[in-house]
Each structure stands twice: as C-alpha cells, then as structure tokens.
C-alpha cells in the first residue's frame, strides 16, 4: 500500500514539472537585428574648381578675354569689341541626371548695346582656334541637361567648360548712338569705371 501511494505521488510529481516545463518550452523564440546599406548618390559641383555645394550662396570671379583689336588698346573694352569668358563646371562627384541653368545680366543698365550672344561647349581636348559649335543665347539665360549613364560600368562625368561669347555691339539696331558711347569713355576716364556682368548658376537634379 505504502508502495502504491509512493508511486501515485510521484506520479502526481512527474506530471507537474512536465506540465511546468511544457508552458516554459512551448514555442522557439527568437530575436536578432539586421541592417539595410545603400549607397547614397552623390552630389558635388564645383565651378572653377570651387565646390559650390556646401553654401547657399557662392561668388566666383571669371576672368574675361578681350579679343585684340589693333584700333583699340589691349584689355580694354569699347564699341565693337568682342570676347568671351569661360565656366567650368566640374561633377565627377555626382550620380545623377541634372540640368544647368546660367543667366547672365549686365549690371550696368546703361549700356543696351553690351550683349551675350552665343555660347559653346569646348570638346575634350579643344584647343585654342579649334572650330566651334556656336548657339545662340536667348534672353541671356543657357540651359542644358546632362545625363547619367548607367550602361557604362564605373560611369564618371567629365569636366564640363562653357564658353560665353560677348560685344559691345555697334551696328544698325543699335541702342546707343555715339554721344552715349562717348559719355561711358568719358566716365571710365574720370572714374575708372568697369563694366560689370553678373552670372547666376543654378544646378537641379532631373526626376523622370
């Protein structure tokens, strides 16, 4: 009989603990944390080797090259004369698509005739009396989209430099007759006055 209650009794105990031990074990639990990578497009624009990128506002001075002429001293400007000055634009940190927009303005008011009249890309390995592919700019603003390609494995873009083309324009739909002209020499004479050309550059990313 003593047998018997020793036996239900642990009975009774073995079921406990197997009973405890299936809520402790019922279900595998785990846990673990992964991490997702990407690369992140870049985005970096310098303009005459000036990063332009890391500030909301940027002022760069270009250098203009006045066209000789043997009527006129050099380095100066006067009606009839040409020239140009050259923007760098330099993105092989960027991937991705994006447009440029250049507007010029003339910051003197009081000489219609000073004109930005064409523009041209220079090819790699250009050199100076190369041949040119001239465009027309209209209303002084240039806009171009360049374009990324994904095809061409380690993809880089190349240095992009825009030639802009400019005169002191005399001619038949000229807007300053001869007095206006010799007002602006007599100016620069007595106070050394410049002629000042504002560019602004603003680069967007294209979304499709």
């Known amino acids: 009989m003593l047998k018997k209650i020793r036996f239900i009794l642990m009975f009774i105990s073995l079921s406990i603990c197997l009973c405890l031990m299936s ?20 985005w970096q624009m310098l303009v005459n080797t000036i990063d332009i990128t890391n500030t909301s506002s940027t002022t760069i001075s270009f250098t203009p090259i006045i066209e000789e002429n043997e009527n006129i001293a050099n380095n100066t400007f006067a009606p009839s004369s040409t020239g140009y000055f050259d923007i760098e634009i330099n993105p092989n940190n960027v991937d991705v698509s ?20 064409k523009y041209a890309i ?13 465009v027309d700019i209209v209303e002084n603003s240039i806009t171009n989209s360049v374009y990324y390609d994904n095809i061409t494995e380690n993809f880089a873009f190349d240095i992009i430099t825009i030639r802009i083309f400019f005169e002191w324009y005399e001619g038949i739909d000229e807007l300053m007759d001869n007095e206006d002209d010799a007002e602006i020499g007599l100016d ?12 602004n550059i603003l680069f967007e990313q294209i979304i499709e």
Do not use: C, H, Q, W
Request: charged residues 20%; hydrophobic residues 30%.
């Open 23 to 42: 809520n402790t074990y019922s279900r595998y639990v785990s846990d673990t944390t992964g991490n997702i990578e990407m690369t992140l497009a870049r």
């Open 98 to 117: 994006f447009k440029y927009t250049i507007n010029l303005n003339v910051e003197n008011t009081n000489m219609p005739d000073v004109l930005m009249t």
């Open 122 to 134: 220079l090819p790699e390995g250009y050199i100076e009396e190369d041949p040119l592919t001239l």
């Open 188 to 199: 620069a004479a007595t106070n050394s006055t410049t002629l000042e050309i504002s560019t």
